[in-house]
C-alpha cells in the first residue's frame, strides 16, 4: 500500500468504469469527497454499494454525465434521488451480491476505510466486510482511507497491506447511528417475539425499534446464540451480560457470527479486537443452508404491509422503493432448514398515519419480498400467529386478528368480497 497526500490522491482516483463504495458506517467520506472535487475529469462513473451514510451528493442532478448510482439497498440518504435510470436499484438477495461483484458486476476499482495496519502488516474492513471482502478481491484498484477510529475486526475482513494500492490517511470518526425510541408498541410486539424464542435459540436481528425491543424482552432467556447479517447497540446488553453465548450453535459455536455492524461508538469500540466475535462475508453467512446448520435458529424481520394470503412487501412503498431485498429471504428460507427454527415478520398493525399494514391486497406497484409460501409466523402488537401450513382462509382469519381492532370488520369484508 502506498500512502499519498490528499493533493495526491486525486491522480488515483477513478474516472470511469465501475466502482465499489464500501458502506454503512465504514463509507469511506473522505475518498467520496475528493470524487466529487474531481467530478468534472468523471465520465459515467458508476459507484455501486449497499447503503451509504452521509450525503450521497454524487447522486444529485448536477452530476449527470460524471456519475452513475447502483444501489444493492436503498439508504436513507438516496430515496428521495432514485429515478431509476441514472440512480437505480438492482433487487438482489444479500447472500448473492458477492456473486454478481465476481461476474456482472465485477469492479473495476474500490473505495474502502479501513484500520491501520498492526506490526505484521494487516488491516481490518471493520464494521463493514459483508459484500467489501469480495469487491475488494475482484477490483483491478484499490485504494482506502486509513483511520485509526476504524476497529479491528477479526474474520475474514482482515486486509494485507499488500492487498491494497494507494492509502490515504484520516483521522474522523465514523458514521453512526442512534438507536430510535421504542413506543410501547414496539415494547409490545417485542414481548410477542420473545415469547416465542426457546433458550438456546440462534438469533438473527437488525436495526430498528422492534429488534431493539425484542433484545430488551430476551433478558431472561438462556445460552442465545447469534448469526446475524448485521446486529446494532441492541444486542449490546445480551453480550455483556452472558445471555449470549453461542454455546448451542453448530456453526462456529461460541462465536457471534454477523458480516457488518452499525450503531454508535460503544458498538464500535465494543466490536474492536474482540475475540467473541466473527466478521464473515455475506455470502457465508446469509447463505440459507449454512443459517439452517445452527439449531432453533429465529429469524426476526419487519415489512411495509402484509396482504391476507401472507405475501410480504418488506422494501417499497407501492412501487417507490426504500430499502432492498437484504437478507430477509436468506434468513427465513435458513430459519425453515434449521431443526426447530422459525421464522417471524414483525410489524405495527397501523402506520404512524392510521392506515393498517394488513391488507386485502398490497398497493398497486407493491414487491413481494417474501412470497406466501415462505412467510412463517407473523407478529403485531395484537399477538402473533403462524401461517405455515394454513390455507388461505386460514391465515386471512389468523391475520385480521392481527389487526387494528377498527381495521377487522373492514378487512374481513374486503376478504369476502374479493376472496
Given at each position: 500500500m502506498k500512502m499519498l497526500s490528499s493533493a495526491a490522491i486525486a491522480d488515483v482516483l477513478p474516472t470511469r468504469g465501475?466502482?465499489?463504495?464500501?458502506g454503512a458506517a465504514a463509507t469511506p467520506h473522505r475518498l467520496l469527497e475528493h470524487l466529487l472535487a474531481n467530478a468534472a475529469r468523471c465520465e459515467e462513473l458508476e459507484l455501486m454499494h449497499l447503503h451509504t451514510m452521509g450525503e450521497a451528493a454524487y447522486c444529485r442532478p448536477e452530476?449527470?454525465?460524471?456519475?452513475?448510482?447502483?444501489?444493492?439497498?436503498?439508504?436513507?440518504?438516496?430515496?428521495?434521488?432514485?429515478?431509476?435510470?441514472?440512480v437505480d436499484y438492482l433487487p438482489c438477495f444479500l447472500s448473492a451480491i458477492p456473486a454478481l461483484l465476481r461476474g456482472s458486476k465485477r469492479p473495476d476499482a474500490c473505495l474502502l476505510q479501513i484500520s491501520p495496519p498492526d506490526a505484521a502488516g494487516y488491516c481490518s474492513l471493520g464494521t463493514s466486510v459483508d459484500v467489501a471482502r469480495t469487491a475488494l478481491r475482484m477490483a483491478g484498484l484499490r485504494i482506502a482511507q486509513v483511520n485509526p477510529q476504524m476497529p479491528r475486526t477479526l474474520g475474514e475482513g482482515v486486509v494485507h497491506v499488500s492487498e491494497i494500492d494507494y492509502g490515504l490517511a484520516v483521522d474522523q470518526p465514523l458514521s453512526e447511528a442512534s438507536p430510535e425510541r421504542l413506543s410501547d408498541t414496539d415494547r409490545q410486539i417485542g414481548r410477542h417475539i420473545a415469547a416465542?424464542?426457546?433458550?438456546?435459540a440462534t438469533l438473527q436481528v437488525g436495526i430498528g425499534s422492534i429488534p431493539n425491543a425484542v433484545l430488551m424482552a430476551l433478558g431472561d432467556h438462556q445460552h442465545l446464540g447469534v448469526h446475524t447479517e448485521m446486529f446494532s447497540d441492541g444486542l449490546l446488553p445480551l453480550l455483556q451480560r452472558g445471555v449470549v453465548t453461542n454455546r448451542h450453535k453448530r456453526f462456529h459455536p461460541g462465536k457471534t457470527v454477523t458480516s457488518f455492524v452499525s450503531g454508535t461508538r460503544a458498538l464500535f469500540d465494543f466490536v474492536h479486537a474482540n475475540p467473541e466475535l466473527l466478521f464473515l462475508g455475506s455470502d457465508t453467512v446469509n447463505d440459507p443452508t449454512v443459517i439452517a446448520r445452527n439449531p432453533q435458529v429465529v429469524a426476526i424481520n419487519s415489512a411495509v404491509e402484509v396482504d391476507l394470503s401472507g405475501q410480504v412487501c418488506a422494501d417499497s412503498i407501492g412501487p417507490k422503493v426504500?430499502?432492498?431485498?437484504?437478507?430477509?429471504?436468506?434468513?427465513?428460507?435458513g430459519a425453515a432448514g434449521s431443526a426447530g427454527g422459525k421464522a417471524i415478520i414483525a410489524l405495527q398493525a397501523r402506520t404512524k398515519h392510521g392506515r393498517s399494514r394488513l391488507v386485502a391486497r398490497l398497493q398497486h406497484g407493491a414487491g413481494v419480498v417474501t412470497t406466501r409460501g415462505d412467510v412463517d409466523y407473523l407478529v403485531t402488537e395484537y399477538g402473533s400467529a403462524q401461517l405455515r401450513g394454513k390455507t388461505m382462509?386460514?391465515?386471512a382469519r389468523a391475520l385480521i386478528q392481527l389487526a387494528h381492532p377498527d381495521d377487522r370488520e373492514g378487512l374481513a369484508r374486503a376478504w369476502r368480497d374479493g376472496g
Open positions: 465501475r466502482v465499489f463504495v464500501h452530476y449527470a454525465g460524471q456519475f452513475r448510482c447502483t444501489n444493492f439497498f436503498v439508504g436513507a440518504n438516496v430515496r428521495g434521488l432514485l429515478d431509476y435510470s441514472r416465542l424464542v426457546d433458550d438456546g426504500i430499502s432492498g431485498f437484504g437478507g430477509q429471504l436468506d434468513f427465513i428460507r382462509g386460514e391465515r
